[in-house]
């Protein structure tokens, strides 16, 4: 069952303005921004900056507690001394299939993922849960990825929630410019023939999403989102040098999962060492169906050749 605070109508509703003006700004390529790029506390508050900045230290030296079945070692954020060794919990009954030897989640059975308006819910949930916390992954984005603060808030914050967005309202779209039910009646000389057509969005499967760690949130979100939005489980296997930008992500979308009563490792987190090589190994898994990729010419190149039979996303970082 949905929770009240997460029933999909009621919350897609409250916010359907700013989801018409995605929208909008999709179908005519204007500009559009749904939340300011600074980090001044004129428009966040007085106090956001200092809180976020007390988030990400709470973190240093710490063990992120994320929860991810079938943990398999320990790995660490290799830009911070964050420990990356989730909870391990027992996986519902009958509910999803392992799909990697580390403890990533596969296709979900029936009832087991968000429907038509559930996943959007959920994923629009999400979405702004990160907005909550962009102090917290401006200060993790800086710290991996060697940026300036203001840019790891614009690129890694504000900007990169844009491109969510922008994801959400496409998919949003897609999902519903079809009605899911309609009479269809063609005349004849008797009766009409009279048939009542039904139209069900069908998530394509389990989508990997593989991160880069320049600009780790504003390239990876884009392809989570779109998959999250349409009802597809998620693997994000952040790389190696950019972790917890991803690891607060996935923490993120497990706690908004939860409390509208679905299995939280419909999106889950597969950290790495160094020298693990596990992107190569989950892109060829036959559970997943969708890749996300963002990175350098030689491994989307091995992508390609050895990957064909997933529809894949392909984007050289920034």
Known sequence: MTSTALDPHTLLEKHRERLDSAVRACSTRA?????????????????????????????????????????AGVR?????????????????????????????????????????????????RSWTGLHGRIFELANAVQHTSGQAFVMAFQAGGAHALDRALEAIAYSWTEMTRTPTTALWEKPGRGEPLVMEKTFTVVPRGLALVIGCNTFPTWNSWPGLFASLVCGNPVIVKPHPAAVLPLAITVQVCQEVL???????????????????????????????????????NAFGDWLEEHARRRRSSRRRPV
Do not use: M
């Open 258 to 296: 939860e409390e509208a009563g679905f299995d939280p490792h419909l999106v889950t987190l597969a950290a790495e060492g160094p020298d693990d090589k596990l992107a190569a190994t989950l892109a060829v898994r036959p559970e997943v169906k969708l890749i996300d990729y963002t990175g350098g």
């Open 31 to 71: 500009y559009y921004s749904a939340f300011d790029e600074s980090p001044s506390p004129r428009v966040y508050g007085e106090s956001a900056a200092a809180l976020g900045k007390a988030a990400f230290n709470a973190w240093l030296g710490q063990t992120f507690p994320l929860d991810t079945p079938g943990l």
């Open 76 to 124: 660490r954020d290799r830009a911070l001394a964050v420990r990356l060794r989730p909870r391990r919990v027992l996986p519902p009954r009958d509910r999803c299939r392992p799909a990697d030897p580390r403890g990533a989640r596969g296709a979900c059975g029936p009832g087991a993922t968000p429907g038509r308006r559930g996943a959007p819910a959920s994923a629009w």
